[in-house]
């Protein structure tokens, strides 16, 4: 390990060290997750694009890597990573390699030995800020992953039937977790996955489902063009965190940048139909304007934390998203029954 550090755009510098292959530098968007487990699920998750996450809990690495087939995407997509101690060994019956190694074969950069608490606490305080992971001095500019087509990079090239059904359920891959086509996959639908930008509206369909996925929002414009159309055949339509987001512009409301964001497995969100409140998974530094919502429409879950939006649906027709993970991996399964109220509509819908 060598000497490097962290440099924020705004000035602030944190101290570690990093593995000797990696020299130069490394930008992204610098945010943090309070997560205690799930490391490999939060570096794989295409939501991370384009950001140097800083890990809250101390020890990152200790159960090694898992295979492959249980990543949330077939690589890392975080830009970077900061943590306090990364462990060189592992012990778990299924890791298949250690944590240094594995960023290593990924060319992932890697800050250890940081003061994790302090950079967490600045950026709750000034707000997520772009940074860079670096062995040599101050970089001369900073680069900001948001002002590029984040989900372009993290989208399937194409069409592709994933799983054969009576009913046809396209999902809109815009950085979609794995796991949440392992659930959709439980039920039988034919689902087809297709790429962020490509125009479905005029095909047949039973239901839609909008991933999340990485970046601002508002970028989305034709993502959130080809939905307002698709929305006049009142099919059923879910969303996950960016789809959440896609289907609030697509009907005329607005989204807004979070000071630092949700990220984490211990996020209390308050289902406001049931009266009762569940923990959640959540990765996304933008929410939805509830001022904003036309008037056929409602919020259906408020944050418990800032009494942000986390739910909207349409107030008759079959149309909702969550701004969490109720697929998980990492992180609690209290809203993994939404899952199963989608496939209950599409079935009572068609």
Not at 192 to 207: G, L, N, T
Not at 239 to 245: E, R
Not at 254 to 273: A, E, S, V
Request: glycine share 8%; aromatic share 10%.
């Amino acid at each position: 390990m060598t000497p490097s550090k962290l440099i924020l755009e705004s000035g602030e510098c944190f101290a570690g060290t990093s593995p000797s292959w990696q020299t130069g530098d490394f930008f992204g968007e610098v945010v943090f997750t309070t997560g205690m487990t799930g490391y490999v699920e939060s570096l794989t998750d295409p939501s991370y694009a384009g950001q140097i996450l800083v890990f809250t809990y101390p020890l990152i690495g200790n159960y090694g890597v898992p295979g492959s087939s249980s990543w949330e995407s077939g690589k890392i997509q975080a830009a970077g990573v900061v943590v306090g101690t990364a462990s060189a060994t592992q012990d778990h019956w299924e890791a298949k390699q250690n944590f240094l190694s594995w960023l290593e074969a990924q060319r992932v950069p890697l800050l250890a030995g940081a003061d994790t608490r302090a950079i967490t606490k600045l950026l709750r305080k000034k707000g997520v800020a772009l940074g860079a992971i670096t062995t040599a001095g101050v970089p001369s500019s900073f680069f900001d992953p948001n002002e590029t087509d984040l989900v372009k990079t993290v989208s399937c090239d194409k069409p592709a039937v994933l799983t054969k059904g009576p009913k046809r359920l396209i999902a809109v891959d815009c950085g979609m977790k794995e796991n949440i086509v392992r659930h959709l996959a439980k039920y039988p639908l034919e689902i087809v996955r297709v790429p962020y930008d490509y125009d479905y509206s005029e095909e047949p369909f039973d239901a839609l489902f909008l991933s999340n996925g990485p970046g601002d929002p508002a970028k989305n414009t034709a993502t959130a063009a080809i939905l307002k159309k698709a929305l006049k055949k009142e099919k059923p339509v879910f969303g996950i965190c960016l789809g959440a987001q896609i289907l609030a512009l697509a009907i005329g409301a607005k989204t807004y940048k979070l000071k630092f964001g949700h990220r984490g497995q211990n996020h209390p969100c308050l289902d406001l139909k049931a009266g009762k409140a569940i923990l959640t998974s959540q990765n996304h530094g933008y929410a939805i304007d509830e001022a904003s919502l036309p008037a056929d429409w409602e919020a259906t879950f408020l944050s418990l934390n800032d009494r942000s939006v986390e739910g909207i649906a349409h107030k008759c027709l079959p149309f909702s998203a969550v701004q969490f993970h109720p697929e998980s991996n990492p992180g609690p399964k209290d809203a993994v029954y939404l899952f199963d109220q989608f496939y209950r509509t599409i079935c009572e819908a068609t």
